[in-house]
T-cell receptor
Framework: GAVVSQHPSWVICKSGTSVKIECRSL??????MFWYRQFPKQSLMLMAT?????????EQGVEKDKFLINHASLTLSTLTVTSAHPEDSSFYIC????????????FGPGTRLTVT | GNSVTQMEGPVTLSEEAFLTINCTYT??????LFWYVQYPGEGLQLLLK?????DKGSNKGFEATYRKETTSFHLEKGSVQVSDSAVYFC???????????FGTGTRLKVLA
C-alpha cells in the first residue's frame, strides 16, 4: 500500500518550453503533497507543499511563477516548469501523506528533467 | 533551527562488514525520525522509522534507535551486502507541519 507514482520518469525539453510532471497517489488519498528537487549527489530540497484545493506554499527562494503547482484532487498533483532553462535540469521528486499517517511521507520514483 | 546532520561519505566497506552511519538532529518538539535509501536513478524508499524516544526501527537487517538524550538515530547493520550499496538519508518530520528535514545523505559502497 501507499504507492506514489510519477509521470514521466524522464523528460528532455528545449529551453524556453514548459513541461508538466504528474504525481499520483495510487491507493490512498493524499491530503498533502510535497515537491522536492535533488541536485546530483546532493540532498533533497523542499520546493513546495500543496494541499488539495488550495494554493501551494512555496519555500523561500523558490519562484512560484516558474514552478507552478496544482493539487486538483486528493490523488493528483502536478508541477509545471515554465519557460525551462538548462539550470532547471534536475531530479524532481514528489511525496504524499495520507489522512491516517500525516507524519510519514510516501515518495514517488522521481522525474529526471533535462533542458537542452 | 531544525536540522539533521549525517556523517559524510562515501563509506566503503567489504561484504559482511559492520555498518554504522551516524545521524544527529536538532528539533523542537518530538519529531519522528526516518532512514530512507536511494538506489541509483530511483526515488527514496523508506527503510525504517521511529516515532518516539527509545523506539527501535528495523528492516532488512538494518536497525536504528531513537535516542532523545543524545538526539541521535544512528543506522546500523551487522553484515552488509553488495546490494546495500546506495545513498542513505536520515530525516525528521516536524511536529505540526509534517515537513521533512533531510540530512545530506551518505553514500555507501560495498565491495565483494
Amino acid at each position: 500500500g501507499a504507492v506514489v507514482s510519477q509521470h514521466p520518469s524522464w523528460v528532455i525539453c528545449k529551453s524556453g518550453t514548459s513541461v508538466k510532471i504528474e504525481c499520483r497517489s495510487l491507493d490512498f488519498q493524499a491530503t498533502t503533497m510535497f515537491w522536492y528537487r535533488q541536485f546530483p549527489k546532493q540532498s533533497l530540497m523542499l520546493m513546495a507543499t500543496s494541499n488539495e484545493g488550495s494554493k501551494a506554499t512555496y519555500e523561500q527562494g523558490v519562484e512560484k511563477d516558474k514552478f507552478l503547482i496544482n493539487h486538483a484532487s486528493l490523488t493528483l498533483s502536478t508541477l509545471t516548469v515554465t519557460s525551462a532553462h538548462p539550470e532547471d535540469s534536475s531530479f524532481y521528486i514528489c511525496s504524499a501523506t495520507s489522512q491516517d499517517r500525516v507524519y510519514e511521507q510516501y515518495f514517488g520514483p522521481g522525474t529526471r528533467l533535462t533542458v537542452t | 533551527g531544525n536540522s539533521v546532520t549525517q556523517m559524510e561519505g562515501p563509506v566503503t566497506l567489504s561484504e559482511e562488514a559492520f555498518l554504522t552511519i551516524n545521524c544527529t538532529y536538532t528539533a523542537t518538539g518530538y519529531p519522528s525520525l526516518f532512514w530512507y535509501v536511494q538506489y541509483p536513478g530511483e526515488g527514496l524508499q523508506l527503510l525504517l522509522k521511529a516515532t518516539k524516544a527509545d523506539d527501535k526501527g528495523s528492516n532488512k537487517g538494518f536497525e536504528a534507535t531513537y535516542r532523545k538524550e543524545t538526539t541521535s538515530f544512528h543506522l546500523e547493520k551487522g553484515s552488509v551486502q553488495v546490494s546495500d550499496s546506495a545513498v542513505y538519508f536520515c530525516a525528521l518530520s516536524l511536529t505540526g507541519t509534517y515537513k521533512y528535514i533531510f540530512g545530506t545523505g551518505t553514500r555507501l559502497k560495498v565491495l565483494a
